[in-house]
């Protein structure tokens, strides 16, 4: 009886309750709903949300994929309410040397390019994605999304021993923050359970930008594989403690859903 409670305190020692805030950093106007709903009329048009998202907890604040900052995405893509990811953080009380580790769901410039504004972080990919972007991509004209600028940095940070690779689906990386492999968005992408003191929240990411994704059981509209997204929606629901608790990528609804928390900050849930 003595081991057993010694093994259950141990484990209770090893559990993480985390907790998990969606940070807006930019909003992209006037953006074609087809783009993100497959079948969606081609004349909606929504303001999209640009996020990122803080988890906090057993001394490490993390990020789940680190948003865009460069000047020629900001030229090319005019975003409203732009502030650097970096500067973002400072609505939710933090300085960028504070970010311990930065998940990145994908390597598309909106999600991987701000990777190296954090100066004490690790990041954490798929193997598959990395490898892919950092080498056939760029030999079959796959690598549409990605930017070789992100990707020869993210090669030189795994040089530098500061870049860890999930290897496939259902891999715990953290305690208590599960990576699975998501809905061929990209060649390898990920999204990610994370448990937090009222159960189990799931970051799509791109693997549902909108509610209307979940909702309709609509598949995005950019996949390489519009069935595997689906069967990733379906997997995200089942994970969730509740369905509610699946977070779309890039849904404004997400500010309104979630209670406030700073200035563009909403606290999930």
């Known amino acids: 009886m003595r081991t057993l409670l010694l093994l259950a305190a141990a484990l209770s020692a090893c559990a993480q309750d985390y907790e998990i805030y969606g940070i807006r950093y930019a909003t992209l106007k006037d953006f074609a709903v087809s ?37 020629k995405f900001v030229q090319r893509w005019h975003p409203a309410d732009f502030q650097k990811p970096s500067d973002a953080l400072k609505n939710a009380g933090l300085k960028p040397e504070d970010i311990t580790d930065v998940i990145i769901s994908h390597i598309h410039w909106d999600h991987a390019d701000g990777f190296d504004l954090f100066p004490k972080t690790r990041i954490w990919i798929q193997r598959e994605e990395l490898e892919f972007y950092a080498g056939e991509a760029w030999q079959s004209r796959r690598g549409q999304g990605a930017d070789a600028e992100d ?11 500061r870049v860890k690779l999930v290897h496939g689906d259902a891999q715990e990386i953290l305690p208590g923050i599960t990576a699975y492999t998501g809905g061929k968005h990209t060649y390898q992408s ?80």
């Open 35 to 71: 783009g993100l709903v497959a079948g969606a009329d081609k004349d909606r048009k929504m303001d999209v949300a640009m996020y990122v998202w803080l988890i906090k907890g057993g001394g490490k604040n993390i990020l789940f994929d680190c948003g865009f900052y460069r000047d």
């Open 151 to 161: 990707v020869l940095g993210l090669v030189k940070m795994n040089t530098e021993g």
């Open 190 to 269: 990920q999204y990610i359970g994370v448990r937090t003191a009222g159960g189990i929240v799931v970051l799509a990411s791109d693997n549902a930008y909108l509610y209307e994704n979940l909702e309709k059981h609509a598949a995005i509209a950019q996949t390489l594989d519009a069935e595997s997204n689906l069967r990733a929606q379906d997997r995200m629901k089942q994970i969730a403690t509740k369905p509610e608790w699946v977070v779309p990528g890039h849904d404004p609804l997400v500010m309104k859903n979630f209670p406030a928390a700073g200035t563009g900050v909403v606290r999930i849930p």
